[in-house]
């Protein structure tokens, strides 16, 4: 395939939600010749409704990076209401408005492109901060700046919008996930409302479409990480636990896989290489069709359960693998090019076994006495 041709499908395959619910709002607000006075007071309390609903749902998931976008969009829907009941239509052309739209895009790319994944974190604090520092510096503009000050600034707006456009597209394409595609839809919905700011109906409405895009994405999201791996596409741990209890069969093995040296490695290449290198060593697994279901246990451990198979056909299905993984060079970028080692352990259901807890500890302790001794090998029990 292409190169970033996959990332770019993937990218498809996940805006359909998003652009289904983009594209439902753009038709019915072009369908609608004119909004009568009042009308559009349901999308602005919807708005409301759907930030409280997004914010709750993102502090009860640990979620960082919608939270983020929440506060902003809020604040920004927030000042323009405020600046439009005292000022009407003055207020477009006011400098605090000036202001919103220069930094609109700014911050939104800023938040997508954060890699935070903790809300109990300084930097988050640190970001927060920033926000209420930007917001105050808005609110105090017109005593620095003046209308004509933002004369040629219609000219530039374009050029900032789709420069940013660009940056998310790129950043959504890069994972082909969700929660980034629905903050690049999310973003379009927010150029929408501003290319019809001077109509209350359109604010309310592609707002509350933005809103809405985030915490149906951010919910897919969720849904799926409980079901797969985020990283790597395969099952979770928490898929492990329950397919253990209702789909494996009396007769399977457990195979345990480690990536040698993986924290030496998190030192020298960082935390993205290395993830970038277990996406490539999963998908080497997956060339090999052992037949095995592949869970994702721990950073660094993957299990792979073989059902119907005993340890000795298991053994060999792994001893394959870690050969395989050992032969393969793995490209980083074009200067870094690493060859890297697996090691593997694998033990079948007992009679005597309780649950399968007990295969699976049973597994890890022969791997970790193998440990001791050296890597890149596959031990049995």
């Known amino acids: ?41 349901p999308f602005h309390m919807l708005f409301y409704i759907l930030i409280v609903i997004n914010a709750v749902f993102v502090l009860a998931v640990g979620e960082v990076k919608p939270l983020f976008h929440l506060v ?8 323009i209401n405020n600046l439009s009941l005292c000022y009407g239509t003055e207020a477009l052309q006011m400098p605090e408005f000036q202001c919103f739209q220069i930094l609109l895009p700014l911050n939104w ?7 935070k994944d903790r809300l109990n974190d300084m930097s988050n604090f640190y970001s927060l901060c920033f926000i209420l520092l930007e917001l105050a510096l808005i609110e105090n503009s017109a005593r620095f700046f003046n209308a004509e000050s933002f004369s040629g600034i219609e000219n530039i707006l374009p050029y900032e ?48 479409t933005a809103a809405l895009i985030l915490f149906i994405t951010s919910l897919h999201s969720y849904i799926y990480t409980y079901i797969r791996d985020n990283l790597t596409g395969v099952y979770s ?36 290489k290395v993830n970038s290198l277990l996406k490539m060593i999963i998908n080497k697994i997956h060339e090999l069709d052992t037949g095995g279901t592949i869970y994702r246990y721990n950073d660094d451990e993957f299990i792979i359960v073989f059902k119907n198979e005993d ?3 298991s053994y060999e299905y792994l001893e394959n693998i870690r050969r395989t993984i050992a032969g393969a060079e793995f490209v980083l970028n074009r200067k870094q090019i690493l ?36 890597q890149n090998i596959t031990s049995k029990a």
């Open 237 to 272: 741990r928490r898929m492990f636990a329950i397919h253990a209890r209702k789909s494996f069969p009396l007769k399977f093995s457990i195979g345990v896989i480690c990536l040698d040296d993986y924290t030496k490695l998190l030192r020298v290449f960082g935390l993205k």
């Open 161 to 208: 919008w789709a420069a940013v456009l660009v940056g998310l597209l790129l950043l959504a394409s890069r994972d082909g996930s969700i929660k980034n595609t629905g903050v690049l839809f999310a973003y379009i919905c927010l150029g929408i409302a501003l290319l019809n700011k001077s109509s209350p109906a359109a604010l309310c409405l592609f707002f509350g």
């Open 72 to 79: 902003w969009i809020t604040a920004v829907y927030l000042a």
């Open 339 to 374: 060859k890297v080692t697996i090691s593997a352990g694998v033990s079948e259901k007992k009679r005597s076994d309780t649950d399968v807890n007990a295969v699976l500890e049973r597994t890890r302790e022969v791997l970790q006495k193998a440990y001791k001794f050296a």
């Open 109 to 115: 790319l800023y938040f997508a492109m954060s890699e």
């Open 311 to 313: 340890k000795k056909q």
């Open 1 to 41: 395939m292409i190169p970033g041709l996959k990332q770019i499908l993937l990218s498809v395959k996940t805006s359909y939600l998003p652009a289904l619910i983009l594209g439902i709002a753009a038709l019915y607000f072009c369908g609608k010749v004119r909004f009568q006075a009042g009308e559009y007071l």
